[in-house]
């Protein structure tokens, strides 16, 4: 029983020392000057999830999550709806240069977006694909106020 429970508290150790090296291993590898890209293939390769993936490297590589959408497509295009979903989740005010990098780095477009009745496109449910001043201005009725028709002074012409 004790050699059970000793066996179990190594591998435990093990498997988290294992973790916290795939972890820090994109960081590691950037700083050793490997490309976004391969750093994540090296962490794809070691176990890790492309969402982990990419949340690392944009914690890695901060200001350059447009580039990391692009590499970690490259890396796994099967995935490029999860990717463009986990770096959106992480920076919601970038969801259209995400979007348009993640087009860029060849993902069909159908996958990173999905289609609404005004045929404009959204990067996840609830998300329209418009900048958030454009989406702050979208429900405002454009009705004119009865006497301000044409903006000018004075009374209109009788003609």
């Given at each position: 029983?004790?050699?059970?429970i000793?066996?179990?508290s190594?591998?435990?150790i093990?498997l988290?020392t294992?973790m916290a090296t795939?972890?820090?291993?994109?960081?590691t590898d950037l700083?050793?000057?490997?490309s976004?890209?391969?750093?994540?293939?090296?962490?794809?390769?070691?176990?890790?999830s492309?969402e982990q993936?990419?949340?690392?490297a944009?914690?890695?590589?901060?200001?350059?999550?447009?580039?990391?959408?692009a590499a970690?497509?490259?890396?796994a295009?099967?995935n490029?709806?999860?990717?463009v979903?986990t770096?959106?989740?992480?920076?919601?005010?970038?969801?259209?240069?995400?979007?348009?990098?993640?087009?860029?780095?060849?993902a069909?477009?159908?996958?990173?977006?999905?289609a609404t009745?005004?045929?404009?496109?959204?990067?996840?449910?609830g998300?329209?694909a418009?900048?958030?001043?454009?989406?702050a201005?979208?429900?405002?009725?454009?009705?004119?106020p009865?006497?301000?028709r044409?903006?000018g002074r004075?009374?209109?012409?009788?003609?």
């Amino acid at each position: 029983m004790k050699k059970k429970i000793v066996l179990n508290s190594l591998m435990a150790i093990a498997l988290a020392t294992g973790m916290a090296t795939a972890t820090a291993s994109i960081k590691t590898d950037l700083a050793q000057g490997a490309s976004l890209e391969t750093a994540i293939q090296y962490a794809v390769d070691e176990g890790m999830s492309i969402e982990q993936a990419v949340t690392e490297a944009m914690a890695a590589a901060p200001g350059l999550t447009s580039s990391v959408v692009a590499a970690a497509i490259s890396v796994a295009p099967q995935n490029a709806s999860k990717i463009v979903q986990t770096a959106v989740k992480a920076n919601p005010r970038q969801a259209i240069a995400i979007q348009q990098a993640a087009i860029s780095a060849g993902a069909n477009p159908a996958t990173v977006t999905a289609a609404t009745a005004s045929g404009g496109g959204t990067i996840l449910p609830g998300l329209p694909a418009l900048p958030p001043r454009a989406r702050a201005f979208a429900n405002r009725p454009s009705v004119v106020p009865p006497g301000n028709r044409g903006g000018g002074r004075g009374n209109a012409s009788p003609s």
